[in-house]
């Protein structure tokens, strides 16, 4: 049992009802786990590969077909236990979930009911006004996911594809410490980040690799706090489960509309029902899915194909000493190493890629500058051109280039916007463009001054206006700076034309 110090959230409160109602949250996130090979079988798990062409005999459910346990998975779990700061099970077993799925040949699931590999753990989740909550979760068991139906190929008739048949998932469990909307939005994408950073799942939601079923209730003010000091769930009103949510952006929407319907339905006098319903984003509403089944309704049994999967303590402590260096870890290292805002910290480690591609970038240079390039130059862009950092065109090779100029004095900042528009569509060295192009800064505080000399005499009404006018002194730079097609040095160009005025 793990001793966590819970901070309480602020609640959400909805607008416009009779009363005071908060939410309570609780989520079951079904994480794909990043395997080359299915949980029982040998087949293929590629995205995209032709309908049906990644199905073994164990995933058809062909006779005397028997499963046999992928090691990896059961690693990867680990590793995600780990990763959350989970309670890992050395002892687990696999289930017989007895459900129609029309996409899983079996009749039933396999799954973990009664003893999952990983048990409770944490998730430290950062809101954007700069608190943070800790969620706790309850389990993380392993299950094979089920195939795909699809229905809009044919008006008569619906198709099967059984590519994702036997898949291993993660179904990661959270207690209801989950207060509103927002807070249901970022608990996904922090799990998403860390899963991300260990490599136990992509976290691609387009492509179903990462959904969630949100169960949702309402309560009057107090009453969590109740059930927080007796973990008794009958403090909580009745919960309904909004199943499979692909979106972050949904998740808050359908949290927002249920929350409504139940509000709707209490102070009407009327009593929430327990069930399973689906969100329609075109229609903003929920619609009732089906009752809520409980455990006994599906028949649990252990799987009598299956041996409870034992595992090592050394084991274990294998996959933990080999961690990455996981989000939270990483930010705090970024502010103390390279003296980063929290803020700027928080952004560059929000996508493993982007993390790395900055340390590469500040290795041995100013940490800030180096950020404020990565962040507002680079992201910039690319957020604008609808690129991520996988597809950035610059390097992290030819952005430290660019630092390193600026570093020297060898160009200005104006100029290294105008280098960096050059790498980023043209390619190449950028020390090599500087020299080829002739964009070098101009350090010669002979010529700048020469060049300053020119305009004060050509300009004497502007000189008497800057030295009553001290503003004014920035009309002089400017025209130096034009002068010399922008390569003089800014802070040459500032001190000279402030030793000239006051002369």
């Known amino acids: 049992m793990l001793d966590l110090t819970y901070e309480m959230p602020k609640p959400k409160t909805i607008a416009g009802a ?21 949980l029982f079988s040998g087949a293929s798990t590629k995205f995209g590969a032709e309908p049906n062409s990644n199905v073994a005999f164990v995933d058809a459910a062909m006779p005397g077909m028997l499963p046999v346990i992928n090691e990896f998975c059961v690693e990867q779990a680990v590793r995600t236990g780990l990763g959350l700061k989970a309670d890992i099970n050395l002892k687990s077993a696999f289930d ?37 909550r800790m969620v706790r979760i309850e389990r993380i068991h392993m299950e094979q996911d089920a195939g795909k139906s699809i229905h809009d190929m044919d008006p008569h008739m619906s198709f099967v594809d059984l590519n994702r048949t036997g898949v291993c998932l993660m179904e990661i469990v959270s207690r209801p410490d989950i207060r509103g909307p ?42 969590y706090e109740k059930y927080q000091e007796t973990q008794d769930f009958s403090h909580l009103g009745t919960r309904c489960e909004i199943k499979n949510m692909n979106s972050m ?23 929430v029902e327990q069930e399973t319903r689906l969100y329609d984003p075109d229609k903003g509403e929920t619609r009732s899915m089906r009752s809520k089944e409980e455990a006994h309704d599906y028949r649990y049994f252990p799987d009598p194909d299956l041996l409870p999967l034992e595992i090592e303590q050394a084991w274990v402590d294998d996959i933990a000493a080999h ?29 493993v890629e982007s993390a790395a591609y900055f340390e590469e970038v500040a290795q041995g240079r100013n940490g800030k500058l180096a950020a404020n390039w990565v962040i507002n130059e680079l992201f910039g862009r690319l957020k604008k051109e609808d690129h991520d950092i996988t597809d950035s065109p610059v390097s992290p090779a030819q952005l430290g280039g660019i630092i390193d100029l600026i570093s020297s004095d060898a160009i200005s900042g104006k100029i290294a916007k105008d280098l960096f528009e ?39 009404a502007q000189v008497e206006k800057a030295k009553v006018n001290p503003k004014l002194a920035g009309w002089f730079v400017g025209q130096v700076m034009k002068a010399t097609g922008g390569k003089a040095n800014p802070k040459a160009v500032n001190d000279l034309v402030s030793k000239k005025l006051s002369s």
Request: proline share 4%.
């Open 249 to 271: 952006r949904f998740i808050q929407q359908a949290i927002e509309v249920e929350a409504r319907r139940q509000i709707a339905i209490v102070e009407a006098g009327g009593k």
């Open 422 to 460: 050059i790498v980023y569509t043209e390619g190449g060295d950028p020390a090599q463009i500087v020299e080829d192009r002739g964009m070098k800064q101009v350090t010669d505080t002979g010529a700048i001054e020469a060049a300053l000399d020119e305009i004060i005499a050509a300009n004497p």
């Open 182 to 223: 927002e807070e249901a939005a970022a608990y996904i994408a922090k799990l998403r980040q860390i899963m991300r950073y260990l490599g136990t799942c992509d976290g691609n939601m387009q492509n179903g690799n990462l959904r969630a079923d949100v169960n949702v209730s309402i309560c009057m003010p107090g009453a």
């Open 18 to 38: 009779k009363h005071d109602w908060e939410l309570v949250i609780g989520m079951e996130v079904h994480a794909q786990v990043s395997s080359n090979a299915k």
């Open 323 to 351: 961690l990455p260096e996981l989000p939270d870890d990483k930010k705090a290292r970024f502010i103390s190493e390279f003296g980063l805002t929290d803020y700027d910290a928080s952004v560059l480690t929000a996508e």
């Open 96 to 132: 017989r979930k007895n459900y129609f799925y029309p996409d899983l040949p079996q009749g039933y699931q396999i799954s973990q009911l009664y003893h999952p590999i990983v048990g409770e753990g944490e998730v430290l989740v950062e809101m954007g006004d700069g608190t943070a």
